[in-house]
């Protein structure tokens, strides 16, 4: 297997929250892929997927973009392994995950880290990024970005849906960690690459949780290069 996996200047520095829900998908089911750094304007190599954005994976023949096209591929191909939504109902329930995920938490987090992002881009993906992000948000990266600190406490207000779950269980899907903890904890792994900003307090369940999905897998997140709160 080969994972095309979003990478900063650095090719150790790993940031796309998409990609990570699929690492720990993949460690998950016990599967190993080998990951290729992938930038912004690296489009060629991903033209065999018909699309120009990762993550994607390849396996041997069969080539799948998407994360959550990935994960139910990995799903359905990898049955006798163990099983990333816990059944077919709670499969579902987890696309709603998904789907909360992408548009607000992700949502949110673009606005805190667009200069962030920039400031670890490979030289060749910076005017890309700017360019791009400018003509979606209608104003420079810089102003996007300002009043960070208004702009964290309404991404913590936004979390409130999972900070209840977790106050009454360790991890989102139930005791242990499923697809779904690995759809939210992606979100954390984005920040956590690229910035220093502090997102959650320490006395936050979120805080405890994302703690434990950092150990998770032998310590795969913790030992990523980033920045810890």
Known sequence: ???FDLAGAESARRFSPYCWR???ALAHKGLTAE????????KDALAMSGQGRVPVLLDGDKVVSDSW???NYLEDSYQDRPSLFGGAEARRVTRFINSWADTV????LVRLLLTDIYAHLHEHDR???RESREKRFGMPLEQVSA???TKIIEFRQSLEPARIILTAQSYIAGDSPLYADYIVFGCFMWPRSIS???LLASDDPIFSWRERMLDAFGGLARKAPGYAE
Do not use: E, G, Q, V
């Open 1 to 3: 297997m080969k994972l």
């Open 22 to 24: 699929i690492k720990l």
């Open 35 to 42: 990951t290729i750094p992938w930038r912004f304007t690296d």
């Open 69 to 71: 096209a990935i994960a």
């Open 105 to 108: 938490l992700n949502a949110a």
């Open 127 to 129: 005017r890309y990024f």
């Open 147 to 149: 009043d960070r600190d």
């Open 196 to 198: 220093s900003i502090r």
